[in-house]
Nanobody, 115 residues
């Protein structure tokens, strides 16, 4: 069974940076496309970025130029480097793994951007 564990969240001041990590286990990581989503209080969960098994990356317009998604297949980990953070980036960030019809979610990690 695939398991995803996010880490790296926390409290950061506006303009600061954080790197989120999502560690994958239970299957062959290289086969999976990986996504980051986020959910702010009172709002629907929204897609942030993805990286495919063939290393293609895509970003939501709201984070383009500030966030970078990457993966290390030797460590079964996907990362989200977040720079120039804004208060609007405050949310719980979730990692998702997908392969054909199979989808798996992590438990989320809280990111709070506040002075």
């Amino acid at each position: 069974q695939v398991q995803l564990v996010e880490s790296g969240g926390g409290l950061v001041q506006p303009g600061g940076s954080l790197r989120l990590n999502c560690t994958f286990s239970g299957s062959l990581f290289t086969f999976f496309d990986m996504d980051w989503y986020r959910q702010a209080p009172g709002r629907q969960r929204e897609w942030v970025a993805d990286i495919t098994s063939t290393w293609i990356t895509n970003y939501a317009d709201s984070v383009k130029g500030r966030f970078t998604i990457s993966r290390d297949n030797t460590k079964n980990t996907v990362y989200l480097q977040m720079n120039s953070l804004e208060s609007e980036d405050t949310a719980v960030y979730y990692c998702k793994a997908r392969h054909y019809s199979s989808t798996y979610w992590g438990q989320g990690t809280q990111v709070t951007v506040s002075s």
